[in-house]
């Protein structure tokens, strides 16, 4: 922590931050430990070994088991578990937000290794925060596990035919590496858990893949792919090619096949995102040159043109192979930029020449679940179960620290004998005030259901349904539902989306609390509920009226 | 489904509730099945096995190891995994809370199993709902092994003194078998986990165990109780007898030692709440006699006393043994009494004669961790390694099922070899809108820290600190802090509690959404903020006019 020593700041904790910091540990003699001092910034403190995550989702490895601490990977680097919330490149300082208390940290370096990854881009697709799932952390995958054994228990005890097949309806968003590998998987157990369901048949299930390309895997082959996708669809999995995801609601989805104008609603409780990416928020402020995809374009020395002390890589960076070609967005290429990464920065400090990289691609490998995978390596072609089995030996050799592949090694074992668990464990509380989505025409509640929650409109509108009969139409700001929840009544009328609605939905709980205790939505909610109370007797004379009406005919 | 079919209605996933389903499958004969419907309503669809809960903090046994799912224990009974919100015991119909759709659902039965349990009452102890972390499901084990890799991590890179030893304080409240259990597995984790941090050292830390009673382990014998207290004394925990705890905060706990006034302010990030329980809420609003306990008195045959088709077993229900003692709340008795249960259950519909409850417990067991545990077997009493090894041989026997059986025994053997795991999770997010509570003199922010909440205060006073002065005090209803939200800037001023103090902390997030779009919020926060400017604008004057006074001096 003195200042007389080099300060080497790595920000992200995926392959490629890590794999610095442990070359950076590796690269460096003796007497060099005291004079370099390396940190490591990771909202997370483990490494997630991406190629194993979809297995999260059928249970063949456990969760715990892909990941890895990073205190164990990288022992002489210092690890800072928290948000960054600014890098100032201008006076070194990278500031980190509040822990547990409302403080933020800054934290000084002399050499900056930004390995930020990409993120999810939600803000293409309306809906799509609100409402999908996506794949991407672990916390998503156990998420998504949850998620899929509760619409498999409602379904058991469901009779109504729609809603029934709705819950057995699963949608997944993307047909490359990690759109496939996640949609076999998902199929993979969905088949392994449905005989634990008394009435489900895995003929009432489906599971579609969405691909907005001419074809799945476009990263493979052509033959490959092609096999995949017959693969696959023997399987019963439905592959929906040219067909982009419009929006998504909690009902559902809403896709468009290329160039039609026609959409479809898929009802679906389950939908997936696995794209589209996006460059993480601190990159896209850099204030660096960036490709198309918004990587930011560095030299074949790792660092950013004119910055010497600057070094990017892995999915946020575009570095050049030897070929001139951009690096693909995968851990190979990431451990090798880390590789040249660490040296060049060492070689920096110690004043030697720089390298270059000199990367182009072992191979390409998809798992298919279900011991069949496609492999694409040093030329040749692998497919079906051979495929797998080089799929699972490569993963398990690269997988770092001996003590995790023994723990993968035997949750593969003990996988052949034991059933699949089925356990759903409720950690994901609902947000009390979030957002949600509605495609026109959608229910956002019927009359007579549970009142549990108060709306805002936000954008959009929606139409007030009472008895068939439409008695009002609510725009931005207005509110609805506080009735059910002030009486503690179900639901006196519907509503429904007039147009694409987004609305602010805020729970029992949250709304109880901020009209207790914040100035101001006491009296504005009273003035509310006067109006639907007033409205609601308008409505009962004139259904009265109409009645009386009836019977005098 | 049919509703010439006996319907008998399980409430509760626990041990009562999951075994009575067992051996009501067990009794029936063949073509009973056609004629009886069992049906079991659980939150959850596992049923935990809460001897290893304490296990899932240490890490010696994975999370999804210590649950079974309820299909695969009762694989004819239909199962429901909703809340339960109402018990309409005239109409003879249980009804759940929705779940993806807002409806309710109807479950109507012939007869009736209640074993709902207990639950921690957070009632009694200030701030212990929103601050306290309880240890009694297996959420709470995860979230409290997440917390305590949370506060190591933060732990390693402070410098602070103050904060590092808060940081570093552990404290458990409850000095019974669940309490004992946990703080032994806890300090067992920090001990393994500790070599993984660079600056932190066991010595520095400090783990404490309040007791209210005069001695540990009330469960079991004098002798058994001071052996587990020296040897948890001995390994470094601190064990305060006689203490209660009074409130809890962010920040710490306030503790007091019985017969004295005077309250100690333990600073700690991480206070677990093992005690007191209470009766299940449903339970509370039944109209059948209770014991002080508020639990539910049956006659031996486990039925409520006049109701033949209601039966009551478990922690919910002051069960007689044949020596007139009530049953204590443990794994061992709920078993028996669901076999009781079940038996009778068939014997009333088949019109044979009842059997009364007949068990009076095997003995205690208490695991130490570490290899070390207490036991009273049949009079017997076994201590340190040799009670250790009984303890794991009659849990592992006593879990249902070969597969878990068999997980687990890997897991133990793996344990033997392989470092612990130290990663943490990121899955609980913190409550949008929430409760705080504050003791007195206790800051809610410092002048400077980073503003990312607004607070109302709900019930005590909050003085506003500008520059080491008191310039305003907030009571009932004002709002604090939207300034810096507003402005993005960090507190212009501090907030410390006057008197003990509860707010309500809303998120930025959530409150720009609610000013955004919830009517009257908006007009009535410009108001307090103009109120606040002006106020900061006549403190600022004032220090000015100050500053030149004594210039003038």
């Known amino acids: 922590m003195t200042s007389d020593k080099q300060r080497i700041l790595i920000l992200g904790g995926g392959f490629a931050g890590v794999y610095t910091a442990m070359y950076l540990e590796q690269g460096m003699f003796g007497f060099e430990r005291h004079k370099y001092e390396i940190s490591l910034v990771s909202l997370e403190n483990y490494m997630v070994f991406q190629p194993f995550l979809p297995e999260v989702i059928s249970g063949t490895i456990e969760m715990m088991h892909v990941i890895t601490p990073i205190r164990r990977l ?29 403080k933020t940290k800054e934290l000084p370096f002399d050499h900056l290794v930004i390995a930020l990854g990409s993120r999810l881009n939600y803000d293409i697709v309306p809906g799509m925060r609100e409402h999908a799932i996506p794949f991407k952390y672990l916390g998503d995958a156990l998420r998504l596990r949850n998620v899929i054994v509760q619409v498999l228990e409602e379904a058991d005890n469901e009779d109504d035919p729609v809603e029934r097949q709705r819950l057995l309806t699963f949608i997944v968003g993307g047909g490359g590496f990690s759109g496939v590998e996640c949609v076999a998987e998902l199929h993979d157990f969905l088949r392994s858990a449905l005989p634990a369901y008394r009435s489900l048949k895995m003929s009432e299930v489906r599971v579609i893949l969405l691909q907005s390309a001419d074809r799945i895997l476009p990263e493979l082959g052509e033959s490959l792919a092609a096999y995949a996708q017959t693969i696959l669809t023997k399987r019963g999995i439905e592959i929906r090619l040219n067909t982009r995801l419009k929006s998504v609601t909690a009902n559902g989805a809403v896709i468009q096949a290329k160039g039609s104008n026609g959409e479809e609603v898929v009802a679906a409780r389950v939908v997936v995102a696995t794209v589209p990416s996006a460059p993480h928020r601190l990159v896209e402020q850099l204030p660096f040159e960036k490709d198309k995809n918004g990587r930011v374009i560095v030299l074949p020395e790792i660092n950013v043109p004119g910055q010497s002390h600057v070094w990017m890589l892995g999915d946020c960076a575009a570095v050049p192979q030897p070929d001139g070609i951009m690096s693909p967005p995968t851990a190979q290429h990431a451990l090798r930029q880390a590789k040249t990464c660490a040296d060049n920065i060492l070689a920096t400090l110690r004043g030697t020449p720089l390298k270059r990289f000199s990367f182009t691609g072992l191979g390409k490998l998809a798992s298919l679940g279900h011991y069949s995978a496609v492999a694409e390596v040093m030329g040749i072609k692998l497919r079906g179960f051979i495929a797998w089995l080089f799929w699972r030996a490569i993963y398990l050799t690269k997988f770092p620290g001996f003590d995790r592949k023994l723990r993968i090694f035997t949750d593969w074992f003990l996988d052949e004998f034991l059933p699949r668990d089925i356990t759903e464990v409720r950690i994901f509380r609902p947000e009390s005030v979030t957002r949600e989505h509605f495609h026109t025409g959608e229910p956002v509640f019927d009359q007579g259901d549970v009142g549990d929650k108060v709306y805002v409109v936000v954008k ?15 725009k931005h700001g207005e509110v609805f539902g506080e009735m059910a929840l002030i009486s503690d009544h179900s639901r006196s009328a519907a509503l429904r989306a007039k147009t694409p609605l987004d609305l602010i939905s805020i729970s029992r709980e949250a709304f109880e609390q901020l009209v207790t205790h914040l100035p101001g939505v006491k009296a504005s909610m009273d003035e509310v509920l006067q109006k639907h109370l007033m409205a609601a007797k308008a409505i009962e004379a004139e259904v009265r009226d109409q009645v009386t009406l009836g019977r005098m005919d």
């Open 74 to 102: 990288a022992k002489r680097t210092n690890l800072h578990t928290r948000e960054i919330q600014k890098i100032d490149l201008a006076r070194k300082i990278v500031t980190l937000g509040p822990e547990f208390q409302p």
């Open 460 to 474: 959009g509108e929606a139409d007030v349904i009472f008895n068939g009969t439409t008695v009002a139409t609510l």
